[in-house]
């Protein structure tokens, strides 16, 4: 590795999207720039993988759909980045007396969902009561969703360019517990449900939870591109990486070395440096600014040894499955077939009461009785990620993102509750099919199940995720409540030159590309 030079404009410390977004802007300016990347593979949560041996599917093994990555990003650095809106948004099941009741929403089409809803519940409140809360939303997103690629305002700017006819929206979902509005516009447990969802991806939270973390969660998953709709990366995320990763080489500025463990991060007032060992040799190399895409707790801890905020970090609450399938099983629905509920996100035991009763099951140490869950099928949208042998065979993909699973349940003994917890969520989909998940499930090479779990627990061991969380941390609102953050990026630390640029950043989390946007703007804006 004699490639590695002494000295950089900048050091990006972790190869996910972020880190890969702020180094193509860094080069794109003429900045040289060194990633260093501990694992073998790039991209970090979102890369894709072979994760079956002998099958030739690419799987988005961590994180699987894109809603907040910025338009402005892709123009910016010219990627050629394909996304596709998925026909269905959501199929809802509920049994209820070994009845079936279900709520399918289209994408794009109201009046379908206005004939869904009215069958569900025999009346259009909720449906107005929906589309009420959606307006909202809107709202919200029209000032939010633009600011989150310039620097920080204040709480209440940020509230006055919402206007009056936005104060409603504002006191709603920003300054009252979300349940609140929930409950006054909606009255089906199930729908309720549904909505309740977004505000709790990854994180332990309860619709009246004082701490408004939910409200924070739901925000940044109802605003991307100003709509919230949830998109499919055609090709994987892999995909998006494999672009950022040939804009970045193609300036010729920007060096990646993988299997690289970073030691040591000393902070100058000029110029800092970035201790690292790589194939048994210990390099040492110094640049103007290094750019964190690790968590803030491994950039406290290579700064200055210290474990950070570890005692106040949310733990991550998130559980992921990944499967193939050699067909989509049949459902128990008489109203809609397996390519209808399997291709947006289908609902799995995520009634509202369900959920509170399953989120204090989990606090009190208890895998959840019906954990809450929810399914996407990629391949339905692009199935490009399939060999054409898998394709004409008619295998799919499908992605189970569990919640209420919090690290603290899997510390002690992750295999054993990893594999109670896998099993009843094949029994919460079981519930809604005529034929057992586990029929269906493709063979790998060595004839075992394509399937595979992830805890809290494996998502810190695989790719470094403190305590399991998704978001890095405690996520962030838009705005700033601190004087001094006005006119900030968001990404700043105690050390002027030493940033963050990853999901522990303000305004982070999510596959966003957003915090190395704004840790390349910082930097340019400095070098000036």
């Known amino acids: 590795?004699?490639?590695?030079?002494?000295?950089?404009?900048?050091?990006?410390?972790?190869s996910g999207h972020n880190g890969l977004v702020a180094a193509c802007y860094l080069a794109k300016a003429g900045l040289s720039v060194l990633i260093v990347e501990r694992n073998t593979e790039i991209g970090g949560a979102?890369?894709?993988?072979?994760?079956?041996?002998g099958v030739d599917a690419r799987l988005s093994v961590y994180s699987y759909l894109v809603s907040l990555f910025p338009e402005k990003i892709v123009k910016d650095l010219g990627l050629n980045l394909q996304l596709r809106s998925r026909k269905t948004a959501s199929w809802t099941p509920v049994l209820e007396n070994g009845k079936l009741r279900e709520l399918l929403i289209r994408n794009g089409d109201p009046d379908a969902n206005r004939e869904a809803f009215l069958r569900h519940t025999g009346n259009e409140d909720d449906y107005r009561g929906y589309l009420e809360l959606q307006e909202m939303q809107k709202d919200?997103?029209?000032?939010?969703?633009?600011?989150?690629?310039?620097?920080?305002?204040?709480?209440?700017?940020?509230?006055?360019?919402?206007?009056?006819?936005?104060?409603?929206a504002w006191q709603a979902l920003i300054e009252e517990p979300l349940g609140n509005v929930i409950e006054r516009l909606i009255s089906d447990d199930l729908i309720r449900g549904m909505v309740f969802t977004d505000a709790r991806i990854g994180i332990p939270t309860f619709p009246h939870d004082p701490s408004l973390i939910q409200n924070r969660s739901f925000l940044y998953h109802v605003i991307g591109?100003?709509?919230?709709?949830?998109?499919?990366?055609?090709?994987?995320?892999?995909?998006?990486?494999?672009?950022?990763?040939?804009?970045?080489l193609a300036t010729g500025r920007v060096e990646i070395v993988t299997e690289a463990k970073v030691a040591h991060v000393s902070p100058g007032k000029k110029r800092s440096s970035v201790?690292?060992?790589?194939?048994?040799?210990?390099?040492?190399?110094?640049?103007?600014?290094?750019?964190?895409?690790?968590?803030?707790q491994v950039l406290a801890k290579l700064t200055d040894g210290q474990n950070g905020s570890d005692a106040n970090l949310i733990e991550g609450a998130g559980f992921k499955v990944n499967m193939l399938l050699k067909r989509l099983p049949k459902l128990r629905s008489k109203r809609w077939a397996p390519a209808d509920a399997f291709a947006g996100t289908f609902h799995i035991d995520e009634g509202y009461e369900q959920m509170l009763t399953s989120?204090?099951?989990?606090?009190?140490?208890?895998?959840?009785?019906?954990?809450?869950?929810?399914?996407?099928?990629?391949?339905?949208?692009?199935?490009?990620?399939?060999?054409e042998d898998l394709n004409r065979l008619g295998y799919h993909t499908l992605t189970l993102f569990g919640l209420d699973m919090p690290y603290r349940l899997f510390k002690e003994d992750n295999d054993r509750v990893q594999a109670e917890v896998l099993a009843k969520y094949l029994v919460g989909i079981n519930q809604f099919l005529e034929e057992p998940i586990e029929s269906c499930l493709a063979k790998d090479a060595n004839g075992d199940p394509c399937?595979?779990?992830?805890?809290?627990?494996?998502?810190?061991?695989?790719?470094?995720?403190?305590?399991g969380n998704i978001f890095h941390g405690d996520l962030t609102w838009p705005f700033t409540d601190l004087d001094d953050d006005v006119?900030?990026?968001?990404?700043?630390?105690?050390?002027?030159?030493?940033?963050?640029?990853?999901s522990s950043a303000k305004r982070g989390g999510a596959v966003s590309g957003i915090p190395g946007h704004n840790a390349a703007r910082k930097v340019l804006e400095m070098t000036r």
């Open 1 to 14: 590795m004699n490639s590695i030079k002494s000295s950089y404009d900048a050091v990006i410390v972790g």
């Open 46 to 53: 979102t890369q894709s993988k072979r994760a079956f041996v």
């Open 140 to 168: 919200l997103a029209s000032i939010v969703w633009p600011s989150l690629t310039t620097p920080l305002v204040s709480r209440s700017t940020m509230r006055r360019q919402l206007g009056r006819e936005g104060e409603r």
């Open 225 to 248: 591109r100003g709509t919230g709709d949830w998109r499919v990366p055609v090709g994987g995320m892999g995909a998006l990486i494999n672009e950022l990763v040939q804009v970045a």
């Open 275 to 296: 201790e690292f060992e790589l194939d048994g040799k210990v390099y040492e190399v110094d640049a103007s600014f290094v750019l964190c895409n690790a968590s803030a």
């Open 359 to 387: 989120y204090h099951e989990s606090m009190a140490g208890k895998v959840p009785t019906k954990p809450p869950g929810e399914i996407y099928c990629h391949t339905l949208t692009d199935n490009s990620i399939l060999s």
């Open 451 to 467: 399937i595979e779990a992830m805890s809290p627990v494996d998502l810190e061991n695989k790719i470094h995720l403190p305590k």
């Open 487 to 502: 006119g900030q990026w968001g990404v700043e630390t105690e050390h002027a030159n030493i940033l963050l640029c990853g």
